[in-house]
């Protein structure tokens, strides 16, 4: 949907759109997000968490990556019966 400094809005067909923090994006370190996604491009992503009080979704494009820190852990059981290995695909729509 769009890309911003720290991450991207992405569009992947539910009720939300997902937040892909830069952190979430691969393994190394990102310099210039920029230089890795742009707006209306394809990705492979899959849900790694939601903020139930505000409804949003947190998404990641690496693989076993799920949201930390201090958060207690998100409840995953709407998703309990999706396969741990699919992959939805979501459209960035616009850069920021």
Known sequence: KSVLDF???VDIGAQSHGLLHISCI???RIENIYDILSEGQQV???ISGKREDEGK??????EGLREGGRR???DLTPFADLPSDE???????RTA
């Open 72 to 74: 207690p852990a998100a």
């Open 87 to 93: 992959w939805f695909s979501g459209v960035v729509a």
């Open 57 to 62: 979704y947190g998404v990641t494009m690496v």
């Open 44 to 46: 492979d992503v899959w």
């Open 7 to 9: 991450g991207a809005i």
């Open 26 to 28: 691969c393994k190394e």
